[in-house]
């Protein structure tokens, strides 16, 4: 007979009567809690002559040692069972699919959800600071961030564990700076001295002095946040232009940029003031931008739209008006987004979140017959490399979006590189594609 509330209701008197009358109990309390605590609960369900009792996974190796060693001193020998995942855990269905279970997480995210005491629940997010030394991030589920030594690779304000033995960490961890509801990205602004951590429960940014933080870090009495910025529902997170004057703040609940100046004064801080709050909902109906990017040469920032199976890039002058909108396949889920630039061109790449299908990349190269022969060349080795036979269903890669930088001569084009059967036939895709072949054919004919 299972019993889960009446040894809580009625006593251990139930499960006495209950053995007495020849019943096998399974006892279904789900114990947890620190490994001695445990071998005491379990020994003393023991003495009680259930057969089968359960234990919660998610207590731990050591805890479960502990159970299982109780279990057999004892005369009746009770079968343990782990519960791993609870059927009532209830993540929100809205993205990002936050947790809303007080800090208990099931154990199918268990290694980057699992509380430890102290130190980071749900890590998000790895910043650079702008001279490469220290590295930010943030604990959603903890309500802080962490700063990372870049140069020794350790955690600033982790102390010696003297009680460390070899299954436990060295180093006491530090419970970082705590901030608010569900920090999302710290990015550093462009002079390094503050750090902007989105703080998306709370529709604000934290601004924080980055000198005060490692001091407060390092034991100093005092806080390092200079302020707390309104912003808009659902804050994601906040990107400066190159020159650092700008800040962009984008949102996962409305479709909305709101832009800020940031007036640094002559300490370097930030005295914020907001100048505009563009309207995106032509290219991110549901309201999700989780993150964004300015371009190397500072011309423009890139967005990526999750829900919207889509990119899109404005430009940071002037009005920032739109300049392209790039749709994806649908269950794409662009994420995030970075450039690479050289004498080759400029490449844009795009991570996916959800669709196995071997990623986008998105192409922008100058209008220039040298580069665009560089760049077919390059898709036609690429494309016809083993990746593309790695899948017996599908292309193994998704289409290549092409545009310009300069000028944007031509909207944005598809083009699935599967589908070229041959140099020549390439050739004529890309020629069409770009709407004049005088542009290939010197250079293809030399291949």
Same mark, same amino acid.
Not at 54 to 59: E, I, N, Q, Y
């Given at each position: ?21 020849? %019943? ?7 114990f ?5 605590? !445990? ?16 234990? +919660? ?9 502990a ?11 009770p ?9 009532s855990?209830?993540?929100d269905p809205?993205?990002?699919f ?23 629940i749900?890590?998000?997010?790895a910043?650079p =600071?702008p ?19 870049a140069?020794?690779?350790r ?5 010696p564990?003297?009680?460390?033995s ?16 569900e920090?999302?990205?710290p990015?550093?602004?462009?002079n390094?001295?503050?750090?902007? !951590?989105?703080?998306?429960?709370e ?6 002095? !980055?000198?005060?933080?490692? %001091?407060?870090?390092?034991g100093a ?27 962009? !703040?984008?949102?996962?609940k409305?479709? $909305?940029?709101?832009?800020? %100046? ?6 370097g801080?930030?005295?914020?003031e907001?100048?505009?709050t563009?309207?995106? =909902? ?21 967005f990526?739209?999750k829900l ?10 002037? =009005? ?12 794409a889920?662009?994420? +995030? ?5 050289n ?8 991570s ?7 990623g986008?990349?998105?192409? $922008?190269?100058? %209008? ?18 083993a ?41 004529r895709r ?10 290939f +054919?010197e250079?293809?004919e030399?291949w």
């Amino acid at each position: 007979m299972k019993l889960c509330n009446s040894p809580t209701k009625q006593g251990p008197q139930v499960v006495r009567d209950l053995v007495a009358s020849g %019943r096998k109990v399974f006892l279904d309390l789900k114990f947890h809690d620190i490994p001695n605590t !445990v071998a005491h609960a379990v020994a003393e369900a023991a003495k009680l002559k259930v057969s089968m009792l359960t234990v +919660h996974a998610s207590g731990g190796l050591k805890m479960l040692k502990a159970a299982a060693e109780a279990a057999n001193s004892s005369t009746s020998k009770p079968l343990i069972l782990a519960v791993t995942v609870l059927t009532s855990f209830d993540e929100d269905p809205r993205p990002p699919f936050r947790y809303v279970t007080g800090g208990v997480a099931p154990t199918h995210a268990a290694m980057i959800h699992k509380p430890l005491y102290h130190g980071c629940i749900d890590a998000h997010g790895a910043v650079p =600071s702008p001279d490469g030394t220290l590295l930010a991030t943030s604990g959603r589920g903890s309500s802080n961030i962490y700063l990372i030594d870049a140069v020794t690779r350790r955690v600033i304000g982790n102390a010696p564990n003297p009680a460390a033995s070899e299954t436990t960490s060295a180093e006491r961890l530090s419970s970082g700076i705590l901030l608010g509801r569900e920090p999302h990205e710290p990015t550093f602004t462009r002079n390094g001295k503050e750090l902007w !951590v989105t703080l998306r429960g709370e529709d604000r940014i934290a601004i924080l002095d !980055v000198a005060q933080a490692l %001091r407060h870090l390092r034991g100093a009495d005092l806080s390092p946040v200079r302020q707390r910025l309104p912003t808009l529902d659902g804050t994601a997170q906040a990107w400066f232009d190159r020159e650092g004057t700008l800040a962009f !703040v984008a949102s996962q609940k409305v479709p $909305r940029i709101d832009v800020f %100046r940031v007036n640094a004064g002559a300490d370097g801080h930030s005295r914020p003031e907001r100048i505009t709050t563009l309207d995106i =909902s032509a290219q991110d109906k549901p309201g999700f931008t989780p993150f964004m990017k300015t371009t190397p040469d500072g011309q423009e920032v890139w967005f990526s739209h999750k829900l919207a199976d889509a990119v899109s890039c404005r430009s940071t002058r002037g =009005s920032f008006d739109l300049i392209d909108n790039v749709p994806l396949d649908t269950g794409a889920r662009p994420n +995030h987004v970075e450039f690479v630039a050289n004498a080759r061109g400029s490449v844009a790449y795009a991570s996916l979140a959800r669709v196995d299908d071997g990623g986008w990349m998105i192409q $922008r190269t100058r %209008r220039n017959g040298a580069d665009l022969a560089v760049h077919a060349n390059r898709l036609w080795r690429f494309f016809n490399s083993a990746l593309r036979h790695t899948r017996t269903s599908g292309p193994a890669l998704a289409p290549i979006v092409y545009s310009w930088l300069a000028g944007r001569g031509a909207p944005a084009t598809r083009l699935d590189p599967h589908a070229a059967r041959s140099v020549q036939e390439m050739r004529r895709r890309l020629g069409a594609l770009l709407r004049d072949e005088r542009l290939f +054919h010197e250079r293809i004919e030399q291949w």
